[in-house]
């Protein structure tokens, strides 16, 4: 069977840039992102670890550590380091996996045969800290990732963790979010949306984002 959302996260022994890691272990308490990439010194890839790195302090804001994976080995991760420093203005600040065995890739199913036998798509795994995986999302090689896109989703995951809510399409942290149908009680609902809401609809309800 495959990794579906609410699955535990496969744990790994896994060689990386950062030494070895012990997958579980290493994300402790935290959210995690593990999220493949086909190859290194290939361009799109280049730019997709560069935006994370610049992103890294965001995600750390919200309790979460990035880890990347590809098939190649961990000297050829460092060398390419090198290259994403002097081009993309920052340096790599997370660890990569280095999967030349493709164990991870086999566990988290990132090599799609029909795209390409050997490299791994551009997945991305959402882990929370109880090292459930919440959200699966699949690229194709030719498509960078919108790494703001991914941050959006644990804005949206970890608010919902909280509050009886669901974000509305393309919500951003600050905008209105949508109270879950099941939510019916008036007393409960006056509790927890003091600032009331508008039911546009009986089950289309809108309120102020309840931590703002
Ligand atoms: C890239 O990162 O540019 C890339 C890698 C593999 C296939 C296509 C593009």
Redesign the pocket.
């Known amino acids: 069977m495959g990794l579906h959302i609410g699955s535990i996260a496969p744990d790994f022994n896994q060689e990386s840039t950062a030494g070895p890691i012990s997958f579980h272990q290493w994300l402790g308490n935290s959210w995690g992102i593990l999220f493949s990439?086909?190859?290194d010194f290939?361009?799109?890839?280049?730019?997709?670890l560069g935006r994370a790195s610049k992103l890294k302090e965001e995600f750390g804001k919200r309790g979460v550590k990035l880890i990347a994976v590809s098939v190649d080995d961990v000297a050829s991760h460092h060398k390419w380091a090198g290259d994403i420093e002097a081009t993309q203005g920052t340096a790599l600040n997370f660890p990569i996996l280095g999967d030349a065995d493709r164990k991870v890739a086999k566990l988290y199913d990132m090599i799609h045969p029909e795209a390409?036998d050997t490299?791994t798509v551009r997945s991305v795994f959402i882990i929370d800290p109880n090292k459930k995986i919440r959200t699966i999302i699949t690229y194709p090689?030719?498509t960078?990732r919108n790494f703001s896109e991914i941050l959006r989703v644990v804005d949206s995951l970890q608010l919902t963790d909280s509050h009886k809510v669901a974000t509305p399409a393309d919500w951003q942290d600050g905008d209105d979010v949508v109270i879950v149908p099941a939510l019916q009680d008036p007393k409960e609902l006056a509790e927890r949306f003091p600032k009331g809401f508008n039911a546009v609809r009986p089950y289309l309800r809108l309120t102020p984002q309840p931590n703002k």
Do not use: D, Q, R
């Open positions: 990439h086909p190859k290939t361009p799109v890839c280049t730019t997709e390409n490299l090689a030719s960078g």
